[in-house]
């Protein structure tokens, strides 16, 4: 039976929100730049014995080409991106990127999760089905 898009990775999902709410943004609070969360962030996630990178390079095709590269700020268990901000309030913007994420990238769930006054997230999901596939190349 297939896995419903939104509650794919759930596990990994829920340990990287209980690290965020529960242990980093209860700890650091409001007020430092994005690499402090994103440091403390993988540090934590690696206590919970998922695997880590930080600062992910993804490259960007069109018609067969490079057309750019961003860095992922973390990509957990080779499964969920994770992009972190430290802003007033997400926006669609930053939804937005994180979806074009996805879209470019064989993951299909990402996290977005902002450290401002309020802690917050957002989870999206894009199915590989529904992707043109120019990540293989």
């Known amino acids: 039976m297939e896995t419903n898009i939104r509650l794919k990775h759930r596990d990994i999902t829920g ?10 943004y ?3 609070g409001y007020g430092f730049l ?8 993988a540090h934590e ?13 993804i ?17 957990v268990g080779n499964k969920v991106i994770v992009e ?8 669609q913007r930053h939804e937005a990127q994180l979806l074009n994420y996805l879209r470019s990238t064989q993951y299909e769930v990402g996290l977005l ?9 957002c989870r999206k999901a894009f199915d590989n089905k529904r992707k043109n596939p120019t990540w293989n190349h």
């Open 34 to 41: 994005e690499k402090v969360y994103e440091n403390a962030m």
């Open 15 to 24: 340990v990287i929100l209980n690290a965020f709410y529960k242990r980093v």
């Open 113 to 121: 999760i902002n450290f401002g006054p309020n802690a917050t997230h």
């Open 45 to 57: 996630l690696q206590k919970s014995g998922l695997a880590v990178i930080q600062q992910q390079k």
């Open 26 to 28: 209860a700890k650091l």
């Open 59 to 75: 490259e960007v095709f069109y018609d067969g080409k490079v057309m750019g590269e961003y860095f992922a700020d973390l990509v």
């Open 84 to 91: 972190i901000k430290a802003v007033e309030q997400l926006s």
